[in-house]
């Protein structure tokens, strides 16, 4: 393999929004492209919480595929105050449900149904941990007073150190990490925590999003931290520590409702996710890590086979187009009217 060519075993992305209805289409295709599986996100409208609405949610991604891909949904279940315990595991056991997910209440994008207080949910915690499903946190405290860009490092020292203290075996991913904080405390703490890390925010500065003016499509939650933070989050990355994987977050929504007096959080980065991550582990000069994070630390912490196939990205410039359009949506793609030194060029 030379330089300009690099090929990996087939990566999974262990967190992606793939919405529904028209989006699900729009969108689909360029995950299915990249990725073998997908970690899906249920905060659908109304959110995604029995194994009834999973499986028919499978069943709508399954039937928007492009004919031939090779791709299979993992589904998620939103947790609120009232799920029920024995439907979780149901669901669990019947291979419907890979993990759970925990909004807490009004943190981000349709999470009003989200959980309230981890004390709520002490019941479905303890069977989680019995059954070894794993707990994916969006984790950021929610009190108005608190500030934005704090609120990851609150939620960490006031409910995570906690709760993974109290639920010791139970395997939890603290989702789509942006602090220093939250990559000494995965790093510190036991094998059953791991995280998730998206390819903006090892990009994107909080000083990137108002570079020239306000720059609505780099607005994502959890928010993009100081430039110190970036770094230490490309440091995890690059590491070669099997806790940190890749989690797109891919969260498409439209031109509309992005550009809006109240714009909506979330980065549609799914088009060029590959291509993005290479160039970050290229400049890091490690891109001999990069196979690891995108296509073997998530199967190991999920228990899941590794893909049998193999990608290609090659040393090639890549134009970001300025938006995707897709049936009736109008969407503006991570780095659109940027050149990304890499291509994906699909299976080998
Ligand atoms: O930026 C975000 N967008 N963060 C989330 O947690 C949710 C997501 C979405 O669904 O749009
Ligand atoms: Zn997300």
Not at 177 to 197: H, K, Q, Y
Not at 204 to 225: E, Q, S
Not at 261 to 281: H, K, M, Q, S, W
Request: contains cysteine; proline residues 7%.
């Amino acid at each position: 393999m030379s330089s300009d060519t690099l090929v990996l075993r087939r990566p999974d992305d262990w967190h992606v929004h793939l919405r529904d209805g028209a989006m699900l289409a729009a969108v689909l295709p360029h995950t299915a492209r990249q990725f073998a599986r997908a970690i899906v996100m249920p905060n659908l409208a109304p959110p995604v919480t029995t194994t009834a609405a999973a499986r028919a949610y499978r069943e709508r991604i399954l039937s928007a595929l492009p004919p031939g891909a090779d791709f299979q949904p993992l589904m998620t279940a939103y947790l609120t105050d009232d799920s029920d315990p024995a439907d979780l595991e149901a669901g669990f056991r019947a291979g419907v449900f890979t993990a759970c997910k925990l909004y807490p209440a009004n943190a981000t994008t349709n999470s009003a149904h989200g959980v309230t207080s981890i004390a709520r949910i002490t019941r479905v915690l303890e069977t989680l941990q019995r059954i070894g499903m794993p707990l994916l946190i969006h984790g950021e405290a929610t009190a108005a007073e608190i500030d934005v860009y704090d609120r990851e490092a609150v939620f960490i020292e006031s409910t995570l150190a906690p709760l993974v203290a109290a639920f010791p075996h139970l395997p939890v991913v603290l989702e789509h990490i942006t602090s220093a904080e939250a990559v000494d405390f995965v790093g510190a703490t036991g094998p059953r925590l791991a995280a998730t890390i998206t390819p903006h925010h090892l990009e994107i500065n909080r000083t990137d999003m108002f570079a020239g003016g306000i720059r609505p499509h780099l607005y994502c939650l959890p928010i993009a931290k100081r430039e110190r933070h970036r770094q230490a989050l490309r440091r995890a990355a690059v590491s070669g520590n099997p806790k940190f994987f890749l989690g797109t977050d891919s969260a498409p929504h439209t031109i509309g409702a992005k550009e809006s007096d109240c714009g909506c959080a979330g980065i549609f980065n799914a088009p060029f996710a590959l291509e993005v991550y290479a160039r970050v582990f290229d400049e890091e000069g490690a891109l001999d890590k990069l196979e690891g994070f995108a296509s073997e630390f998530g199967p190991r912490f999920y228990g899941l086979p590794v893909n049998e196939g193999r990608v290609q990205l090659r040393r090639s410039e890549t134009l970001v187009p300025e938006s995707v359009v897709a049936g009736d949506a109008v969407l503006r793609p991570f780095r659109s009217g940027q050149t990304l030194p890499w291509r994906f060029e699909g299976s080998v």
